[in-house]
């Protein structure tokens, strides 16, 4: 089964500091790689996504993403954080589960604080 | 708004209770999913229906029973919980199941057993 890592339990920056939060998967086969974001109260929602084509993904809000297939990565980056930021980030898996289906797989997630 | 709305957003139950879930999508979507939001844990995928037909059911305690009575509601049956049972439950819709499936996510219920 797969399985998904996250480095960081909570981040805390300052505004214009430079963001990048580290995504690791564990699966052999093709995948399909999310960052969800949870700002505090609201709903999860997809920040970017990477089915195929370029490995670096730009998303919402100026978010990117690399995918680094030969290092099973997918971390998250911003060149300057800002206090709205201020949320709880998810990497995901997609990938197949057996019997056609499959599964999206979520890591623990990386609380991320901005300070003003 | 995500086209997901779950209701109720709160609930406090005691560990003799009966309660439900509720989710209903407005995508038009033909998957639906429960997951489980447990602080410093993943989120815990607990039940997978595509067409209405139930497909996963990643060995969630018979104390979770789900029903998906049509592709737009899916409802979450509670009875004789746990304290350790107190997180938050996420429902998500999809178009499909596939590989490139995109999950919207409702706003959960924050359950508390008490």
């Known amino acids: 089964a797969q399985s998904v890592s996250q480095h960081n339990h909570h981040v805390i920056l300052s505004e214009a500091a430079s963001l990048e939060l580290g995504c690791n998967y564990s699966?052999?086969?093709?995948?399909?790689l999310f960052w969800y974001v949870q700002y505090p109260g609201q709903h999860l929602q997809l920040l970017l996504k990477?089915?195929?084509?370029?490995?670096l993904v730009k998303g919402i809000k100026g978010f990117e993403a690399e995918f680094i297939k030969s290092k099973f990565s997918f971390n998250l980056r911003k060149p300057s954080v800002q206090w709205s930021d201020t949320a709880e980030y998810f990497c995901?898996?997609?990938?197949?589960?057996?019997?056609?289906?499959?599964?999206?797989?979520f890591g623990k997630g990386t609380k991320l604080s901005v300070i003003p | 708004e995500t086209g997901v709305t779950q209701t109720p957003r709160h609930l406090v139950m005691g560990m003799t209770n009966k309660k439900s879930l509720k989710c209903e999508q407005h995508?038009?979507?033909?998957?639906m999913y429960w997951y489980k939001q447990s602080a410093k844990k993943p989120l815990e995928l607990m039940f997978v229906?595509?067409?209405?037909?139930?497909?996963e059911n990643n060995s969630v305690p018979s104390r979770f029973s789900p029903e998906c009575p049509n592709s737009s509601h899916l409802f979450l049956h509670l009875h004789t919980l746990q304290p350790e049972d107190s997180a938050l439950y996420l429902c998500?819709?999809?178009?499909?199941?596939?590989?490139?499936?995109?999950?919207?996510f409702g706003q959960g219920t924050r359950l508390t057993v008490v």
């Open positions: 998500a819709s999809s178009h499909g199941q596939g590989a490139n499936t995109e999950a919207f």
């Open positions: 995508l038009g979507h033909n998957a």
């Open positions: 990477y089915f195929s084509g370029d490995p």
């Open positions: 229906y595509s067409l209405e037909e139930r497909v």
């Open positions: 699966y052999g086969g093709t995948v399909n």
């Open positions: 995901a898996v997609n990938a197949y589960s057996g019997a056609g289906s499959y599964q999206l797989t």
